[in-house]
C-alpha cells in the first residue's frame, strides 16, 4: 500500500476519532463513548499496522485534548485510544498468563493515573468513594478490573469478526501497485 494511502487512512480515524469524542458531552456517554472511539485504533493496526496506527493515537489525541470533555479526553488518552495498539503488541507474546498480567497491569496503570488526573482537575478524592465502604476504592478498582477483562475479550471478538468480514473488502478499497 502507497504511503499517501496510509497517511490518508490516519487522517480520516483520527478524525473520526475527534468526531466521535464530541459525543461524550452528551450525559451519560462520557465513558462509554472513549471505549467505543478507541476501537478505531484497532482497525488501523489491523490494515496498515501498529506504527501507523500509533501516528493516527497521537493525531487524535492532540485534537481530543483540545476539543473533548474533560473526563472522556482523559479516558481515551490514558487507557482506550492506545489500548488496542498496545494489546496487539502484548498478544505476540502468545503465552496468556503472561499476556493477561501485562494488560491488567497496564490497566491498573492507567486506572491509578486516571484517578490522579482527576484528583488534581476535578477533586475527586478517595472519600468521594467512602459511599462503598471503607474499602470503596478499592472495590471499584475491582469491579474496574473485572470490567477491563470483559472489554478485552470484546476487542478480540470485534477484532475477528472484522477480519473475517470487513478487512476483505477494505483491503480490495485500499489495494495499489505500490
Not at 55 to 71: C, D, K, N, R, T
Not at 83 to 92: G, T, V
Request: hydrophobic letters at 55%.
Amino acid at each position: 500500500m502507497k504511503r499517501n494511502v496510509k497517511i490518508t487512512l490516519c487522517g480520516i480515524i483520527a478524525a473520526l476519532s475527534v468526531v466521535f469524542m464530541l459525543f461524550s458531552y452528551f450525559p451519560y456517554l462520557t465513558y462509554a463513548i472513549p471505549a467505543v472511539t478507541g476501537l478505531l485504533t484497532m482497525m488501523l493496526v489491523i490494515e496498515i499496522g501498529v506504527k501507523w496506527a500509533f501516528g493516527a493515537y497521537i493525531a487524535a489525541s492532540v485534537l481530543i485534548f483540545i476539543f473533548a470533555e474533560p473526563e472522556s479526553k482523559i479516558m481515551y488518552i490514558c487507557l482506550f485510544g492506545y489500548y488496542p495498539i498496545l494489546k496487539a503488541l502484548i498478544e505476540r507474546i502468545n503465552k496468556p498468563v503472561p499476556e493477561w498480567v501485562l494488560k491488567i497491569a497496564v490497566f491498573n496503570a492507567a486506572v491509578i493515573a486516571i484517578y490522579f488526573f482527576f484528583f488534581f482537575l476535578f477533586g475527586i478524592s478517595f472519600e468521594d468513594f467512602e459511599a462503598l465502604g471503607k474499602y470503596g476504592a478499592y472495590i471499584f478498582l475491582a469491579f474496574g478490573n473485572i470490567v477491563f477483562v470483559i472489554y478485552d475479550i470484546a476487542v478480540s471478538r470485534l477484532a475477528g469478526t472484522y477480519i473475517y468480514r470487513i478487512h476483505p473488502k477494505v483491503k480490495r478499497l485500499l489495494k495499489s501497485d505500490g
